[in-house]
């Protein structure tokens, strides 16, 4: 999740021009050469979504005066499903997140969540099959808060049929392309200095979790599926990763064997927002700090591990986080 300060004002979708290259270069969209993410809003201290080309090019604002986060592309390619992020009053007060949808232009925005005092609903998944969503939901927590947890619920695409997947606290949901199962990061004792968070897996259907990870002295966060369902990509940090900027990135078979360090990159942040493999499993994007207040989304080689960085923050108000790719198969054609 990410840090939203304050939020306020008409909540307004931009429409996009004419010509807007996510519906109308097929082309580009069949290849899967887009990615989603979180970045700031012009003036204000929320976040909107935007998206840009995978080398880093045609960036374009998605929405506007409309506090976002958590960015997922539909199987399709065609929506984007978010999290809009409501402060019920000042930063220290408690939020009323939920889950909306929209095409890739913006439009047709839908709540698929109903709101609920005292509730807060975030961080959508689809399933491969676009039918359903998981998602978090727990009770709302202060708006200064980075990291929303909360019980894994499944929904169908348009909100109705929920049903609960597993207890919290939960955090991060990916949803595997062969749908059998749903990654999520678990915390333990959040509320004292022995918190922890470990990679988690459970059945689509349910049951008891199962971890990949138990290391106490790291937090993992942030799982991605490659495309294969093989393996998972996850970000290791400490409490002091905000602090001292260290920070990395793992590869683990879906069995929990084979960890492989795949990159130690240099993250300013308190978590991590989000991973996430390209279509072809040759590249992962990734969040990197040039700085303390930036936050760049950047590109790393799964073979050869060169690292590309797609955009370029200065200060803090130009930061980019959790990127999401877009399906290959975005107009359902081979």
């Not at 109705?160 to 333990?188: H, K, M, T, V, Y």
Request: glycine content about 8%; overall charge negative.
């Amino acid at each position: 999740m990410l840090p939203i300060v304050a939020a306020g004002g008409v909540l307004v979708v931009a429409v996009a021009v004419a010509g807007f290259f996510v519906l109308r270069e097929e082309e580009a969209a069949v290849r899967g050469d887009l990615i989603a993410y979180s970045c700031k809003e012009q003036k204000n201290p929320w976040y909107a979504i935007c998206v840009m080309k995978t080398d880093g090019t045609e960036k374009h604002r998605v929405t506007s005066q409309l506090t976002t986060s958590d960015p997922a592309w539909s199987p399709d390619g065609r929506r984007i499903a978010f999290t809009r992020n409501e402060d019920v009053g000042e930063s220290t007060t408690f939020t009323d997140d939920d889950v909306f949808v929209m095409d890739a232009d913006g439009g047709d925005l839908q709540q698929l969540t109903p709101e609920q005092d005292g509730q807060m609903s975030g961080q959508p998944t689809w399933s491969p099959d676009g039918r359903e969503i998981a998602f978090l939901r727990g009770r709302s927590v202060q708006s200064g808060v980075p990291s929303r947890f909360g019980d894994l619920f499944v929904m169908s695409a348009d909100g109705g049929d929920l049903r609960q997947i597993a207890r919290g606290p939960a955090n991060a949901p990916a949803w595997s392309p062969d749908g059998r199962e749903i990654a999520f990061a678990r915390g333990e004792n959040l509320s004292s200095q022995s918190a922890n968070i470990d990679i988690y897996v459970v059945d689509a259907s349910g049951g008891e979790p199962r971890p990949l990870t138990r290391t106490a002295a790291f937090d993992e966060e942030a799982p991605a599926w490659s495309p294969d369902s093989s393996r998972i990509v996850f970000a290791r940090s400490t409490f002091q990763t905000q602090f001292d900027g260290k920070a990395a990135i793992y590869v683990i078979d879906r069995d929990g064997t084979g960890e492989t360090l795949l990159h130690e990159n240099q993250l300013f942040a308190p978590y991590s927002g989000s991973l996430s493999w390209s279509p072809d499993g040759r590249t992962i994007a990734f969040e990197t700090s040039p700085s303390i207040g930036c936050v760049d989304v950047a590109l790393v080689a799964v073979e050869g591990r060169s690292v590309s960085r797609l955009t370029s923050c200065t200060k803090p108000t130009e930061t980019a986080l959790a990127p999401v790719w877009q399906p290959a198969e975005a107009t359902g054609r081979p």
